[in-house]
């Protein structure tokens, strides 16, 4: 039997490799067929997203940001958005996000593609505290929208801001506040 510490030792060794491994697997992602075996089918594919992307015993996500955005716009390539959005929608509240982390950086970090689309949207939102028990403040929305200038500025992908303003607008408390923008 394993001890604690084995356990933890062998899950480090685990995110390492696959973050070492990541490029090549997502050049094999994009192969026709995707292994010598055959392409993954949708279940597979969405099992592949749940094990990287989704919380773990690891104290970090297993891949970082851009390997994140790498996965998901290779993966939305390969199925499309009728896969994507509903494989997202179960693996986005078990998502493994280091604390601290603000919304305009997940934005960020699941890419334009993802980001347009307001159930996506709504559902990381969620994801990081924002919710209608919860619902944000004009300083939050202010604070990410700003955050999303910087990032836009420094070059970064961010995602549409009008799929944005209707996430945050579908909170009851902001619609009076977006009205006027």
């Known amino acids: 039997m394993l001890s604690a510490t084995s356990r933890r030792d062998l899950v480090q060794q685990a995110v390492l490799l696959t973050r070492q491994n990541v490029d090549q697997a997502r050049q094999s992602l994009l192969a026709h067929p995707t292994f010598e075996t055959g392409n993954l089918n949708q279940s597979q594919a969405a099992k592949l997203l749940s094990d990287l992307l989704c ?24 199925y499309g958005p009728d896969f994507m959005t509903p494989t997202l929608k179960k693996i986005i509240p078990h998502l493994a996000i280091q604390t601290g982390t603000s919304l305009a950086q997940v934005l960020v970090q699941f890419g334009p593609e993802v980001t ?8 990381l939102m969620t994801r990081v505290g924002t919710t209608d028990a919860d619902p944000p403040t004009d300083l939050q929305v202010l604070e990410t ?3 999303l200038a ?22 009851v408390s902001f619609s009076d506040f977006f009205v006027a923008f």
């Open 55 to 78: 919380e773990s015993s690891s104290d970090a996500p297993v891949l970082d940001p851009l390997q994140r955005q790498n996965l998901l716009s290779v993966m939305g390539s390969k």
């Open 116 to 123: 347009s689309d307001v159930e996506l949207v709504r559902a």
């Open 145 to 147: 929208i700003n955050r």
């Open 150 to 171: 910087r990032y836009a500025f420094d070059g970064s992908p961010v995602p549409d801001i009008r799929v944005l303003v209707r996430a945050f607008n579908s909170f």
